[in-house]
């Protein structure tokens, strides 16, 4: 599935329900996602296998993902696994068929 246009991206990792949760903004959730699920992004992720698509919000305008990325830094855990949880409730990973 393709993501086109001049689009930036919130995305919610994980890697297992209810898992280690990582939080970052992309302006192509396509190529950011091969890059963790191929380990090319070093640090936390690829230290903590962080790899699979929760969640994500888009936008139009950078400021406003980053303003909604630091928004979700600063909530507790328990709101980000609500946030997921409205429409993923089996955490399923959302990129698992997409084609890179």
């Known amino acids: 599935?393709?993501?086109?246009?001049?689009?930036?991206?919130?995305?919610?990792?994980?890697?297992?329900k209810n898992g280690t949760l990582y939080i970052g903004v992309t302006n192509s959730l396509d190529r950011r996602m091969y890059e963790h699920k191929n380990k090319l992004v070093k640090g936390f992720t690829s230290k903590y296998n962080i790899n699979k698509l929760m969640y994500f919000e888009s936008f139009q305008y950078i400021n406003d993902a980053i303003k909604r990325e630091k928004q979700l830094k600063n909530w507790n855990r328990?709101?980000?696994?609500?946030?997921?949880?409205?429409?993923?409730k089996d955490w399923i990973d959302l990129s698992k068929d997409w084609e890179y």
């Not at 393709?2 to 994980?14: A, E, T, V």
């Not at 328990?78 to 993923?88: A, P």
């Open 1 to 16: 599935m393709k993501r086109n246009g001049h689009q930036y991206y919130i995305y919610i990792l994980s890697n297992m």
């Open 78 to 88: 328990q709101w980000k696994i609500d946030l997921i949880e409205q429409d993923n």
